[in-house]
């Protein structure tokens, strides 16, 4: 079970999720684990947040090497950083994925 459906389960409760519905980002970040950023909806909805967003210059789902490559850029990134630098680490892992240089958001 990925991670953001447990904790929606976790924080709303074993039987919130309704046949025939996801839970969404808002964020479009797969690592978030934000109960704020999520949203209960329909696969429909759902591909139709990330069709509209994944035309935004510098947003999550615009990066070249797609939503699980960025999270796994990121990570690594993380994984290798200076604690002192971590903010750096991240900023240029996002900036790689993204090759035109628009600015893409912070991840949470």
């Given at each position: 079970m990925?991670?953001?459906?447990?904790?929606?389960?976790?924080?709303?409760?074993?039987e919130?999720?309704?046949?025939?519905?996801?839970?969404?980002?808002?964020?479009?970040?797969?690592?978030?684990?934000?109960?704020?950023?999520?949203?209960?909806?329909?696969?429909?909805?759902?591909?139709?947040?990330?069709?509209?967003?994944?035309?935004?210059?510098?947003?999550?789902?615009?990066?070249?090497?797609?939503?699980?490559?960025?999270?796994?850029?990121?990570?690594?990134?993380?994984?290798?950083?200076?604690?002192?630098?971590?903010?750096?680490?991240?900023?240029?892992?996002?900036?790689?994925?993204?090759?035109?240089?628009?600015?893409?958001?912070?991840l949470?």
């Open positions: 990925p991670a953001h459906l447990f904790g929606y389960r976790l924080a709303h409760g074993a919130s999720i309704p046949r025939g519905h996801v839970v969404r980002h808002t964020c479009d970040e797969p690592p978030c684990q934000n109960p704020a950023h999520w949203l209960l909806g329909t696969r429909g909805d759902n591909n139709r947040d990330a069709a509209s967003r994944r035309r935004l210059a510098g947003h999550a789902l615009a990066d070249v090497r797609g939503a699980i490559g960025r999270a796994r850029a990121v990570q690594a990134a993380i994984a290798a950083a200076d604690p002192d630098h971590l903010d750096e680490a991240i900023a240029a892992a996002l900036v790689a994925g993204n090759p035109t240089g628009a600015h893409q958001d912070s949470f």
